[in-house]
């Protein structure tokens, strides 16, 4: 029995009631909801059917009473990271924590994301498709508009509503223009971690015009003497700090966005597998460092007596990086990091819960069900009784759609798929110069249109993909990708041991898809088998869809300070801020 809405657990009575007398009642079920300073009580009255009565001689009353509260949700981000670079993938990475974990949970073999950083995060903040609120890592500068629009309301301020204490720790990358951009301002009672995309992992220091200094912050100022220890260290051990002072009863939601797998590639001393090929042992061990800090936090969970109340998310941001002497692995999935391939799309996540929240039936299962990061956002928030509508003015609403259904059947198929459609990315073409592989909608060009404003025409995107469930000519339905574009080259395919030392891989001349390539994903996961000729029909009918999906591109131009008239320079950042990086607009 189900004795949740939202929580899904198996009810077992601890005791029978007194028998009933005189007569055969037929099974009845009484729910009665009421909310208790913040508590669920679920009150299920059993009655055994005739059937039962007859087996069992006595008819017996079963009173299933159990308070329940709102469980802690905590959301693992790891960046960067590949598909092959996790332990019960690949049995080179010690992962023991993660790796137990998802067998313990559900993995999720179907979860898709933006092709590189800054999206993702926008995307599952905001339950916006990326392409309805950011395709860009402009905010890598912190004077960029980029980012998430301040006018949606973000996850973390959906969670305050319905009661939780809220607190993010790591990597923001969603924009810091004014001190409206801010994590403590964006509905996260507490804030520790960088601002901008990536930085040394040691010193926390990185550039952004003629500034080269730290890039740390807490809550509303820079957090000055913190910097200078390794980062895994600095965000994991915050996690367990805010845990261990978090006040009970109140439920958690916590962010944790590592920085970790993303270049530059250090790590502390001590961590270094020998028996591991030399081009890979920085990388596994920074996957090893992340391992035990997930460790430490899931310790001091269980320390707090929170750990059987937790549902936990965790996920890539993005595929791997695997050109140019980076060290990230998506084996077998074809491609990487900045492409819409597999490999930059399609991640690695589970979710893993406690016993009061995942039932027995549920935990090591994989569901194949088709998933996009923004789909947490109606999850989360229907999970604990908000409603996840966010309608403003001037910006699209969310596109989240709340997967707890397909998360509830075990071992779910793609047939069992509530999302039937994931529009990966629209990168309109280039009007007035060259830009890089993660500036796919540039601000500037008010969300890519061209300057006339007329209709793009598929020859003009530059990189695009769209996956639909369809069907084929034979009418068998699956889910067929569209892609686009050249993909920068990086349509490859790594082996299992790669990055090696016989040969580092780099930037392929793979040629991509200029003029559209089609594959049916479900019979051909690593992308190999082009039907763009033998499918004709299913190619015209997404292409048809990517245009229309075109025309509502939104890219997140807006600040409360508009004018740059507005924003002081880096030497006056670096004087007010002392030495550290931070909002540099808006400031009274």
């Given at each position: 029995m189900w004795c949740a809405r939202h929580f899904f657990f198996h009810c077992v009575c601890d005791r029978t009631s007194e028998i009933l007398k005189s007569r055969v009642i037929r099974s009845v079920e009484l729910r009665q909801h009421a909310v208790v300073t913040g508590f669920f009580l679920e009150v299920f009255v059993f009655v055994m059917e005739p059937?039962?009565?007859?087996?069992?001689?006595?008819?017996?009353?079963?009173?299933?009473?159990?308070?329940?509260?709102?469980?802690?949700?905590?959301?693992?981000?790891?960046?960067?990271?590949?598909?092959?670079?996790?332990?019960?993938?690949n049995p080179e990475i010690e992962s023991p924590v993660l790796d137990g974990l998802a067998s313990d949970g559900i993995i999720l073999n179907r979860h898709y994301t933006f092709k590189y950083c800054s999206p993702s995060r926008s995307s599952m903040l905001s339950g916006r498709l990326p392409l309805h609120v950011n395709q860009n890592n402009e905010c890598n500068l912190v004077t960029s508009r980029s980012g998430i629009d301040l006018r949606m309301t973000l996850l973390p301020q959906k969670?305050?509503?319905?009661?939780?204490?809220?607190?993010?720790?790591?990597?923001?990358?969603c924009g810091a223009r004014t001190p409206a951009n801010l994590p403590i301002?964006?509905?996260?009672?507490?804030?520790?971690?960088?601002?901008?995309?990536?930085?040394?992992?040691?010193?926390?220091?990185?550039?952004?015009?003629?500034?080269?200094?730290?890039?740390?912050?807490?809550?509303?100022?820079?957090?000055?003497?913190?910097?200078?220890?390794?980062?895994?260290?600095?965000?994991?051990?915050?996690?367990?700090?805010?845990?261990?002072?978090?006040?009970?009863?109140?439920?958690?939601?916590?962010?944790?966005?590592f920085q970790v797998t993303h270049s530059p590639y250090e790590i502390?001393?001590?961590?270094?597998?020998?028996?591991?090929?030399?081009?890979?042992?920085?990388?596994?061990?920074?996957?090893?460092?992340?391992?035990?800090?997930?460790?430490?936090?899931?310790?001091?969970?269980?320390?707090?007596?929170?750990?059987?109340?937790?549902?936990?998310?965790f996920s890539a941001d993005n595929g791997g990086v695997t050109h140019g002497g980076q060290l990230g692995n998506n084996f077998p999935l074809r491609g990487q990091k900045t492409s819409s391939w597999e490999g930059g799309v399609r991640v690695t996540a589970f979710l893993w819960g406690g016993s009061n929240v995942l039932a027995a039936h549920l935990r090591g299962t994989t569901s194949n069900a088709f998933i996009h990061i923004c789909d947490w956002y109606a999850t989360f928030t229907s999970l604990v009784g908000v409603d996840p509508t966010d309608d403003h003015p001037d910006v699209p609403g969310i596109d989240s759609i709340d997967q707890w259904k397909v998360l509830m059947t075990p071992n779910a198929s793609t047939q069992d798929s509530l999302r039937t459609e994931i529009p990966l990315a629209?990168?309109?073409?280039t009007y007035g110069g060259e830009r890089g592989s993660d500036n796919c909608c540039p601000t500037a060009e008010g969300g890519g249109w061209k300057p006339n404003g007329t209709k793009l025409n598929p020859s003009e995107w530059r990189n695009g993909a769209l996956i639909q469930q369809t069907a084929g000519k034979d009418g068998r339905t699956s889910f067929y990708k569209m892609i686009w574009g050249t993909q920068f080259g990086f349509g490859i395919h790594t082996g299992p041991l790669s990055p090696n030392a016989s040969g580092n891989s780099h930037r392929s001349t793979d040629p991509g898809c200029p003029s559209g390539c089609l594959f049916d994903i479900i019979a051909d996961p690593n992308e190999t088998n082009d039907l763009r000729t033998s499918e004709p029909e299913v190619f015209a009918?997404?292409?048809?869809?990517?245009?229309?999906?075109?025309?509502?591109?939104h890219q997140t131009n807006y600040s409360d300070v508009d004018s740059d008239a507005a924003c002081i320079s880096p030497a006056e950042m670096v004087s007010r801020y002392t030495g550290f990086l931070g909002p540099r607009c808006g400031l009274s």
């Open positions: 059937l039962c009565v007859y087996m069992c001689v006595c008819v017996y009353m079963c009173v299933c009473v159990r308070v329940y509260r709102k469980p802690h949700i905590i959301i693992a981000l790891a960046d960067d990271f590949g598909w092959h670079n996790i332990g019960f993938r969670m305050k509503q319905a009661g939780y204490a809220t607190a993010m720790t790591g990597k923001w990358h301002n964006r509905g996260f009672d507490q804030h520790f971690g960088f601002l901008k995309g990536g930085e040394d992992h040691m010193t926390q220091v990185l550039s952004d015009e003629d500034f080269r200094g730290p890039d740390l912050w807490h809550g509303i100022g820079p957090a000055v003497g913190r910097n200078g220890t390794f980062s895994t260290y600095l965000y994991g051990g915050e996690a367990v700090q805010i845990i261990h002072g978090h006040t009970l009863p109140q439920p958690l939601f916590m962010y944790l966005p502390p001393p001590g961590y270094v597998n020998p028996n591991v090929d030399p081009v890979r042992r920085t990388f596994n061990a920074m996957v090893k460092i992340m391992d035990q800090a997930m460790g430490n936090v899931t310790t001091a969970l269980k320390d707090k007596d929170m750990l059987d109340n937790t549902l936990l998310l629209f990168c309109p073409q009918r997404l292409i048809a869809r990517q245009q229309v999906i075109g025309l509502g591109v």
